[in-house]
């Protein structure tokens, strides 16, 4: 096609990451077009928090990576220092959005909706004349042969670009649009994909104990503990505990099942382990391994994706393709919850982008 038209980086994924790394490129004068499957911008962060946006954890980088843990914090270590949470708050106020920080520093916008925060990216953007396709799901991204640049096939046309950011999000909530498509481009591009597993979800139990109390928060007074089979604590969060019809969830719940989550990935057992769970006066022990975890698609986050052993950390880009790029959700990453998972989507796409950035300042 002669006259297709050819952009310096096409972001693919219109959520977290993708509206960060375009209001990044619109600061660098990085030509960029952001591409979105759904109609509008940030349908999974308008979800987040039950619509409230807890969008980062006002809390020092060394203390962020080591809640994440899991060898992860190597990994995300560059992207966190130079993309701290400060800076994500700072970034946030410089848009006139107020904030308010808890007492354990999960930071919300000050009027508690999730819709001020995609409000102030789509204000960004627009103000910045950054180009945005909506309704517009790619298909198909192919490195061309021979030259230093990509096509991107969407219903309606292809595109070219000289660099491509793959911001495609996880696989839960398919409804926001996240469903596996950067996975299954990563994987046709030569990518190893690690298999999914729910990463923060609740747990089913029948136990009346629960189940007589479905509906009821217990915000102040709960927490989660793991313990091995003589009784050492493993893993102790305090935080909210939810009772639901099907069982438990809340951020103490997801917090342990995550602990638990990750040993089993590093092949580990969980068989001897027990979860108590206190919330208000109430106390319940189970072993770790008879409570079920929710399906994957009601999964906060998504553990597994993109390899990130192909993935070079100071810069976010394939070690496979040239100008091929990941943020966010798209890549093995996974936070607790409190803030961490927007907080990665942000510092990845940014670090991808200032190395977009930085390669054609060399040119
Ligand atoms: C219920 C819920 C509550 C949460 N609460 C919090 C919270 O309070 N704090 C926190 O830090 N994290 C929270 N999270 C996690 C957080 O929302 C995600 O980790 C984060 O949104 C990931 O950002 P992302 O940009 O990688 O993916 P997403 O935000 O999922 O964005 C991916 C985007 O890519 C688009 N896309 C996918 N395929 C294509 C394609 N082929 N072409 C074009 N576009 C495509 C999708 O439509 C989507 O808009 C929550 C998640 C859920 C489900």
């Keep these: 096609m002669q006259d297709m038209k050819s952009v310096e980086i096409a972001i693919i994924g219109g959520g977290a990451a993708g509206m960060f790394a375009a209001a990044v490129a619109a600061d660098r004068k990085l030509g960029a077009l952001l591409i979105e499957r759904k109609a509008r911008l940030g349908s999974k962060v308008l979800m987040t928090a039950n619509g409230r946006c807890n969008f980062t954890k006002d809390i020092a980088p060394d203390r962020f990576l080591a809640d994440l843990g899991y060898g992860q914090d190597a990994f995300l270590a560059q992207a966190i220092r130079e993309c701290p949470p400060r800076q994500i708050i700072k970034g946030f106020q410089s848009l006139n959005m107020p904030v308010r920080r808890m007492a354990d520093g999960r930071m919300f916008p000050a009027d508690g909706k999730a819709a001020t925060v995609v409000h102030a990216f789509g204000d960004l953007l627009r103000d910045s004349e950054v180009p945005i396709l909506t309704n517009c799901a790619v298909r198909a991204i192919r490195k061309n042969k021979g030259e230093d640049d990509f096509t991107i096939s969407t219903p309606h046309f292809d595109l070219k670009a000289r660099n491509v950011l793959i911001a495609t999000g ?44 479905a509906g009821r928060r217990f915000e102040d007074d709960g927490r989660a503990m793991v313990k091995d089979a003589s009784g050492r604590m493993l893993f102790d969060y305090k935080g909210e505990v939810d009772c639901e019809r099907f069982g438990l969830s809340g951020a103490a719940i997801y917090n342990a099942e995550r602990f638990l989550e990750h040993l089993r990935r590093e ?13 208000g006066h109430n106390r319940v022990v189970y072993r770790a391994d008879d409570l079920r975890p929710r399906p994957l698609k009601e999964s906060i986050v998504t553990i597994g994706g993109v390899d990130l052993s192909e993935i070079n950390p100071a810069t976010m880009e394939s070690r496979l393709v040239k100008g091929l790029y990941f943020a966010g959700e798209v890549m093995d990453i996974d936070g607790p919850t409190g803030g961490y998972n927007l907080t990665l989507a942000f510092a990845t796409a940014r670090k991808a982008v200032v190395s977009v950035a930085a390669s054609r300042a060399r040119r």
């Design 170 to 213: 996880g696989v839960s909530y398919p409804k926001t649009g996240s469903v596996g498509d950067g996975q299954r481009f990563a994987a046709e591009l030569g990518h190893r994909l690690v298999p999914y597993r729910p990463g923060l979800i609740g747990l089913e139990t029948a136990d009346p104990k629960v189940t007589r109390l």
């Design 267 to 279: 092949g580990k057992s969980t068989r001897e382990l027990s979860l108590e769970v206190w919330f």
